[in-house]
Protein backbone atom coordinates (compact mmCIF):
# COMPACT_ATOMS: atom_id res chain seq x y z
CA UNK A 1 0.00 0.00 0.00
CA UNK A 2 3.15 2.48 1.37
CA UNK A 3 4.28 1.87 -2.23
CA UNK A 4 0.93 2.74 -4.27
CA UNK A 5 0.62 5.66 -2.07
CA UNK A 6 4.46 6.79 -3.10
CA UNK A 7 3.66 6.13 -7.07
CA UNK A 8 0.21 8.16 -6.77
CA UNK A 9 1.88 11.19 -5.34
CA UNK A 10 4.95 10.74 -7.73
CA UNK A 11 2.74 10.74 -10.63
CA UNK A 12 1.06 13.44 -9.21
CA UNK A 13 3.78 15.66 -8.45
CA UNK A 14 4.74 15.16 -12.35
CA UNK A 15 1.78 17.62 -13.82
CA UNK A 16 3.78 20.50 -12.40
CA UNK A 17 7.48 20.96 -12.80
CA UNK A 18 8.95 21.93 -9.07
CA UNK A 19 9.12 26.27 -9.49
CA UNK A 20 12.02 26.63 -7.46
CA UNK A 21 14.91 28.38 -8.68
CA UNK A 22 17.17 24.83 -7.98
CA UNK A 23 16.38 21.33 -6.65
CA UNK A 24 18.34 22.62 -3.30
CA UNK A 25 16.41 22.89 -0.18
CA UNK A 26 17.14 26.34 0.68
CA UNK A 27 15.45 27.46 -2.83
CA UNK A 28 12.31 25.02 -2.46
CA UNK A 29 11.77 26.42 1.11
CA UNK A 30 12.10 29.98 -0.11
CA UNK A 31 9.52 29.32 -2.88
CA UNK A 32 7.35 27.49 -0.13
CA UNK A 33 7.37 30.53 1.76
CA UNK A 34 6.31 32.97 -1.25
CA UNK A 35 3.75 30.71 -1.59
CA UNK A 36 0.25 32.96 -1.88
CA UNK A 37 -2.11 30.34 -0.49
CA UNK A 38 -2.17 27.17 1.11
CA UNK A 39 -3.27 25.35 -2.03
CA UNK A 40 -0.74 26.57 -3.74
CA UNK A 41 2.24 25.76 -1.41
CA UNK A 42 0.56 22.24 -1.50
CA UNK A 43 0.88 22.15 -5.53
CA UNK A 44 4.69 23.42 -4.89
CA UNK A 45 5.57 20.70 -1.93
CA UNK A 46 3.93 17.88 -4.47
CA UNK A 47 6.03 19.64 -7.20
CA UNK A 48 9.61 19.33 -5.39
CA UNK A 49 9.37 16.82 -3.14
CA UNK A 50 12.51 14.76 -2.81
CA UNK A 51 10.06 11.54 -1.28
CA UNK A 52 12.67 10.92 1.49
CA UNK A 53 13.47 13.28 4.84
CA UNK A 54 13.93 16.29 3.30
CA UNK A 55 10.14 16.24 2.98
CA UNK A 56 9.55 16.69 6.52
CA UNK A 57 11.09 20.45 5.91
CA UNK A 58 8.76 20.97 3.37
CA UNK A 59 6.01 19.77 4.90
CA UNK A 60 6.47 22.32 7.90
CA UNK A 61 6.63 25.19 5.74
CA UNK A 62 3.40 23.82 4.23
CA UNK A 63 1.84 23.58 7.29
CA UNK A 64 2.54 26.82 8.69
CA UNK A 65 0.93 28.40 5.20
CA UNK A 66 -2.15 26.75 5.64
CA UNK A 67 -2.09 27.29 9.91
CA UNK A 68 -2.62 31.13 9.36
CA UNK A 69 -5.70 30.02 7.37
CA UNK A 70 -7.39 28.79 9.99
CA UNK A 71 -5.07 28.15 13.70
CA UNK A 72 -6.47 30.98 15.45
CA UNK A 73 -10.08 30.48 14.89
CA UNK A 74 -10.42 27.09 16.47
CA UNK A 75 -11.73 26.64 19.71
CA UNK A 76 -10.07 24.57 22.53
CA UNK A 77 -11.75 20.94 20.99
CA UNK A 78 -11.31 22.13 17.17
CA UNK A 79 -7.56 22.67 18.35
CA UNK A 80 -7.03 19.47 20.23
CA UNK A 81 -9.38 17.40 17.42
CA UNK A 82 -6.34 18.79 15.13
CA UNK A 83 -3.19 18.09 17.28
CA UNK A 84 -5.06 14.43 17.69
CA UNK A 85 -4.70 14.18 13.34
CA UNK A 86 -1.61 15.62 13.31
CA UNK A 87 -0.52 13.15 15.60
CA UNK A 88 -1.62 10.19 14.08
CA UNK A 89 -0.19 10.83 10.83
CA UNK A 90 3.16 11.30 12.94
CA UNK A 91 2.29 7.46 14.47
CA UNK A 92 1.00 6.17 10.84
CA UNK A 93 4.41 4.95 9.46
CA UNK A 94 5.63 4.13 13.54
CA UNK A 95 6.55 0.67 12.51
CA UNK A 96 8.62 1.33 8.87
CA UNK A 97 11.96 2.16 8.45
CA UNK A 98 13.66 3.91 5.36
CA UNK A 99 13.49 8.16 4.60
CA UNK A 100 10.34 8.09 2.17
CA UNK A 101 8.05 7.09 5.58
CA UNK A 102 9.33 10.62 6.64
CA UNK A 103 7.95 11.74 3.49
CA UNK A 104 4.98 10.15 4.33
CA UNK A 105 4.52 11.65 7.43
CA UNK A 106 5.36 15.10 6.36
CA UNK A 107 2.36 14.55 3.20
CA UNK A 108 -0.02 13.47 5.50
CA UNK A 109 0.16 16.64 8.30
CA UNK A 110 0.45 18.66 5.38
CA UNK A 111 -2.80 17.43 3.57
CA UNK A 112 -4.87 17.65 7.15
CA UNK A 113 -3.32 21.19 7.52
CA UNK A 114 -4.92 21.42 3.96
CA UNK A 115 -8.10 20.30 5.11
CA UNK A 116 -8.39 22.55 7.39
CA UNK A 117 -7.26 25.68 5.63
CA UNK A 118 -9.77 24.91 3.05
CA UNK A 119 -13.13 24.20 5.14
CA UNK A 120 -12.15 27.59 7.05
CA UNK A 121 -11.66 29.25 3.63
CA UNK A 122 -14.97 27.72 2.45
CA UNK A 123 -16.65 28.90 5.72
CA UNK A 124 -15.68 32.91 5.82
CA UNK A 125 -14.86 34.82 7.50
CA UNK A 126 -17.56 34.55 10.08
CA UNK A 127 -16.48 31.39 10.98
CA UNK A 128 -12.84 32.28 11.24
Do not use: W
Not at 25 to 48: H, T, V
Not at 84 to 90: E, F, P
Amino acid sequence: MPAVLLMLTTAHAATEECPAKSTQMDDIIAELQKAPSCNRAMKIFEACEYGASGDVQFGAVVEKRCEGDFLSSLGASQKKAYAGQLKRCDHKYDNESGTMYRSFTAFCRAIVAQRYSQKALKAGPKSR
